[in-house]
């Protein structure tokens, strides 16, 4: 699904006026399908895994889209800003 929804975003055209913009996070650390996971100990090894020993936050990506909702960023259409916190090529 997430490829699907990745390639519409992309490759979707849109209008003079209009933005498409998805933002695809990480395990969101203080989200609620996290915290009620049965498996915490899975969570617990891939946070560990993380090169920045972390997850993202719900306040991170709130502060995303805050972002991208109110500054004038009116040529950002079109992409996946994915909040994994690696760098680009994946270490």
Do not use: C, F
Not at 26 to 49: F, Y
Not at 50 to 75: F, N
């Amino acid at each position: 699904a997430k490829a699907g929804l990745n390639a519409y975003v992309r490759w979707r055209k849109t209008g003079e006026h209009q933005q498409l913009v998805a933002i695809a996070p990480s395990i969101i650390a203080d989200a609620g399908m996290t915290v009620r996971r049965k498996d915490q100990d899975r969570v617990e090894a891939r946070r560990l895994e993380h090169p920045k020993q972390r997850h993202v936050t719900s306040a991170e990506v709130a502060s995303m889209i805050r972002w991208l909702l109110y500054e004038d960023h009116g040529y950002t259409s079109g992409t996946v800003i994915e909040m994994s916190g690696r760098p680009r090529d994946g270490r």
